[in-house]
T-cell receptor
Framework: GENVEQHPSTLSVQEGDSAVIKCTYS??????FPWYKQELGKGPQLIID?????GEKKDQRIAVTLNKTAKHFSLHITETQPEDSAVYFC?????????????FGTGTLLAVQP | DSGVTQTPKHLITATGQRVTLRCSPR?????VYWYQQSLDQGLQFLIH???????AKGNILERFSAQQFPDLHSELNLSSLELGDSALYFC????????????FGPGTRLTVL
């Protein structure tokens, strides 16, 4: 079945620096890759997603890139702010089947130091 | 705020007991997914319902079951609880069965003592 690996598990940056989180998926037929931000005591919040027919997508300070050949996708956050501190999860949806269940990575704890 | 609501926010119970977790999807969403989040297993898919019908099961224990009612709210029933069932339980909803964007509720934190 689909497996998603995520790294690093923790990331500490200075405010204003960029942060990059990387994920690798195993099912080459997967075609949807969302990123979620989870703050303490809250549910995962969808922040950006990308489909397999697109190589890059941007939304203000965040961007996601997808390399289908290498089965990698990455989250880029520029000009980080303290409120970006949270756990970030990548995910993928395995192709086919009766459900669009999400397979999650193990999460990255991002700490933005003021 | 995603528009998905879950109750209760916290639940503390004893081993062997049975609990029910409730989820109300976003207005107009027909699909409900349940996920479990624990320190050792991470975020894992449990079960998917669409318009009242079960669509798929993940690594859901036989002691666990779910339903989706005509008003589209869903309940996750956990019985014969064990210490290892302590976790956060989230539901997420999408507009259709094939909808990709899943919006999560705030979760229910279950503690089994």
């Amino acid at each position: 079945g689909e497996n998603v690996e995520q790294h690093p598990s923790t990331l500490s940056v200075q405010e204003g620096d960029s942060a990059v989180i990387k994920c690798t998926y195993s099912d080459s037929a997967s075609n949807y890759f969302p990123w979620y931000k989870q703050e303490l005591g809250k549910g995962p919040q969808l922040i950006i997603d990308i489909r397999s027919n697109v190589g890059e997508k941007k939304d203000q300070r965040i961007a996601v890139t997808l390399n289908k050949t290498a089965k990698h996708f990455s989250l880029h956050i520029t000009e980080t702010q303290p409120e970006d501190s949270a756990v970030y999860f990548c995910a993928a949806i395995p192709y086919g089947g009766a459900t669009n269940k999400l397979i999650f990575g193990t999460g990255t704890l991002l700490a933005v130091q003021p | 705020d995603s528009g998905v609501t879950q109750t209760p926010k916290h639940l503390i119970t004893a081993t062997g007991q049975r609990v029910t977790l409730r989820c109300s999807p976003r207005s107009g969403d027909l699909s409900v997914y349940w996920y479990q989040q624990s320190l050792d297993q991470g975020l894992q898919f449990l079960i998917h319902y669409y318009n009242g019908e079960e669509r798929a099961k993940g690594n859901i224990l036989e002691r666990f079951s779910a339903q989706q009612f005509p008003d589209l709210h869903s309940e996750l029933n956990l019985s014969s609880l064990e210490l290892g069932d302590s976790a956060l339980y989230f539901c997420a909803s999408t507009r259709t069965s094939g909808g990709l964007e899943q919006f999560f509720g705030p979760g229910t934190r279950l503690t089994v003592l």
